[in-house]
């Protein structure tokens, strides 16, 4: 679902029980926090969050 806003754009994934919130105007914030995830946590559902994102964000 993608949400646009006058001043700022927000793009929100919600894969089963993540729910994500995201301020496009730092997306190397929010990919740096998520690639940490990705490295410290095996799940696969945050894997799949970070390439939903990424994806998301070329698009955009």
Known sequence: ???AHTTTDQVTLSPNSFRLSLDL????AFLAFYRKLVRNCKAT?????VRNAERLLNDY
């Open 25 to 28: 105007s730092m997306p190397g």
């Open 1 to 3: 679902m993608v949400t």
């Open 45 to 49: 559902r945050s894997r799949l969050l």
